[in-house]
């Protein structure tokens, strides 16, 4: 499918399973993907994200992960969330065409001020796109409880 950052389409270039997702930037100055949810879930037992990630193209080089939260109320509209963001380098991402698969504690959002009993989001990835195009494969993400 196509958003407004980029298109996502399945690819047999995979860590485990069938596919990975296969994300192309769009001719924007941004790009962007992730899991949104209007009413908060609670996240608070979960403990640890996995993800892999692979690519060589130059706007991928650095990768922003980003959770949100926010207390939503029945019969009220939610309101806008706060993000919370981690570079995905410092937990072994690299551009370098190579699979790389990280283990990311989530007390390093919940240090930062994201609040698991409200998630509003687990999953948001972005950053600059220096050329349309570009390719950034994702697969495999899934939390645990430790």
Do not use: C
């Not at 879930?41 to 193209?57: A, C, Q, R, V």
């Not at 990280?102 to 009993?117: H, K, S, T, V």
């Amino acid at each position: 499918g196509q958003t407004l950052t980029g298109g996502q389409d399945p690819s047999r270039d995979r860590l485990e399973g069938l596919e990975s997702l296969k994300f192309t930037t769009a001719e924007q100055p941004f790009w962007g993907s992730g899991i949104l949810w209007e009413e908060a879930i609670d996240l608070s037992e979960w403990t640890t994200m996995y993800e892999g990630f692979k690519s060589s193209d130059a706007s991928f080089e650095r990768i922003d992960l980003t959770v949100q939260s926010a207390t939503t109320l029945p019969n009220v509209p939610p309101p806008e969330a706060n993000g919370f963001t981690l570079d995905v380098r410092s937990y072994g991402y690299s551009n370098d065409g190579e699979w790389h698969f990280l283990e990311i504690p989530l007390q390093d959002f919940i240090d930062r001020g994201w609040d698991p009993a409200n998630a509003r989001s687990p999953f948001i990835i972005g950053g600059p796109t220096l050329q349309s195009g570009h390719t950034l494969l994702i697969d495999n993400l899934y939390f645990t409880k430790d």
